[in-house]
């Protein structure tokens, strides 16, 4: 297996890393509330479109792979925001297992 290559050239989109407190509001609903972490550099590359028809509605689930410099607080359920699009982090990975970058698949929150 040929070793991953990952061009730290690559990582120019600022984003706003941020995890979700999950809080009642004044109704006794669940309501996110989104905290900043940290910000950094990420390349951010898109990946599919799935359409799909619920409750006679077209829904679409977008899917990102966000590639950052490595930090061990990122998890799944967080996010990263650029600009008004916030991606959640459904899986995080060390693609080459030397402690440099993480690969995370995320999904775009509407």
């Avoid at 009642?24 to 309501?31: I, R, V």
């Avoid at 590359?45 to 689930?61: D, M």
């Avoid at 982090?89 to 060390?94: C, L």
Wanted: charged content about 35%.
């Amino acid at each position: 297996m040929a070793p991953l290559f990952l061009d730290p050239g690559l990582l120019r989109r600022r984003a706003v890393l941020e995890t979700c407190d999950p809080a009642a509001d004044c109704t006794g609903d669940a309501s996110d509330a989104w905290r900043e972490i940290a910000e950094l550099s990420v390349h951010v590359e898109p990946l599919s479109v799935e359409s799909r028809e619920r409750f006679e509605q077209r829904e679409a689930t977008i899917t990102h792979r966000v590639v950052c410099r490595h930090r061990s607080d990122v998890d799944r359920g967080m996010a990263f925001r650029i600009g008004v699009r916030r991606l959640v982090i459904r899986s995080v990975h060390d693609p080459d297992e030397t402690g440099r970058y993480l690969v995370c698949r995320c999904e775009e929150a509407t």
